[in-house]
């Protein structure tokens, strides 16, 4: 662990974020916590407390301070927190794979962050200490049903609620862990589940993958819900594939409009074991 000195400016500059019960900042903060200092000295300033192991360098502009305590090189803040600052002054929420995380119905470790966003991001990718940050754009149909949610007992952050973080996984699965993944998260919840809203947001998304693939896995899983009949009266003939990380092979379910690329068994066996 490297020794931390903090000098009179770094102390400066850490004071004014701790009065304001801040832990990231951007450049343009830091330049109202030393209003006086000139941009390359602030510049170099920054630079010297990230090789001090004082701040995190998030990406170029935006820092996280690490507790004194907390050793530089193996110090991550949580994930979820790192995705809001990522995207501070952008519509977003956090989304498919790390909102089962959140909703606490993911079997598999993460391995990556994913935000929803209302605009393109590039890089699409930010990786930080070995994490990708992926940056998920949805256009104004799409970008709907997020609020904010408890991660712990003092932070809350942008998540797609329970209902839109299904519709979301059905739209992507390969963003999900695929389709049995999804479908073992349905039916842990499903005694959670507004099955009203579901329905809401599966016809106000207007993707007819989200409709089949949800209507055929509420059926198979012998889900007791009135909107299975409701979307399979909204569905079209046109077919879809179950599984998008599986190759195109499998029946063609007629009543679903659904290639079925992954057996019902596998998937049956999958959530009861």
């Known amino acids: 662990m490297r020794i931390?000195?903090?000098?009179?400016?770094?102390?400066?500059?850490?004071?004014?974020?701790?009065?304001?019960?801040?832990d990231c900042f951007a450049y343009a903060?830091?330049?109202?916590?030393l209003p006086n200092s000139s941009n390359s000295a602030l510049k170099e300033l920054l630079s010297d407390m990230v090789k001090r192991g004082l701040l995190m360098r998030l990406k170029k502009g935006l820092y996280y301070i690490i507790p004194y305590e907390k050793d530089a090189e193996s110090f991550m803040p949580d994930w979820h927190l790192i995705a809001?600052?990522?995207?501070?002054?952008?519509?977003?929420?956090?989304?498919?794979y790390s909102a089962l995380h959140i909703h606490n119905l993911i079997t598999q470790p993460s391995i990556k962050e994913q935000i929803v966003v209302s605009k393109q991001i590039r890089p699409s990718i930010i990786k930080i200490k070995n994490v990708d940050f992926q940056f998920i754009y949805h256009n104004k149909n799409h970008f709907f049903g997020a609020?904010?949610?408890?991660?712990d007992s003092f932070n809350k952050v942008l998540c797609s609620d329970l209902e839109k973080t299904f519709i979301d996984c059905l739209f992507k699965p390969d963003y999900a862990g695929g389709i049995v993944e999804i479908a073992r998260a349905i039916y842990t919840s499903k005694d959670k589940i507004k099955f009203d809203r579901l329905f809401e947001y599966a016809e106000r998304f207007k993707s007819q993958a989200v409709i089949k693939r949800l209507g055929f896995l509420l059926e198979i899983l012998e889900v007791e819900t009135d909107i299975i009949p409701k979307l399979n009266r909204i569905k079209?003939?046109?077919y879809v594939l179950l599984d998008t990380e599986l190759p195109k092979s499998g029946r063609m379910i007629?009543?679903?409009?659904?290639?079925?690329?992954?057996?019902?068994?596998?998937?049956?066996s999958a959530i009861y074991t």
């Open 4 to 22: 931390k000195n903090i000098s009179t400016q770094s102390n400066n500059i850490l004071t004014y974020f701790n009065t304001l019960d801040q």
């Open 29 to 33: 903060e830091a330049e109202n916590a």
């Open 84 to 96: 809001g600052h990522l995207s501070k002054g952008d519509n977003h929420y956090i989304a498919y």
């Open 147 to 151: 609020k904010k949610i408890w991660i």
């Open 236 to 238: 079209t003939a046109s």
């Open 254 to 268: 007629s009543r679903w409009s659904i290639q079925q690329n992954l057996e019902t068994e596998t998937i049956k």
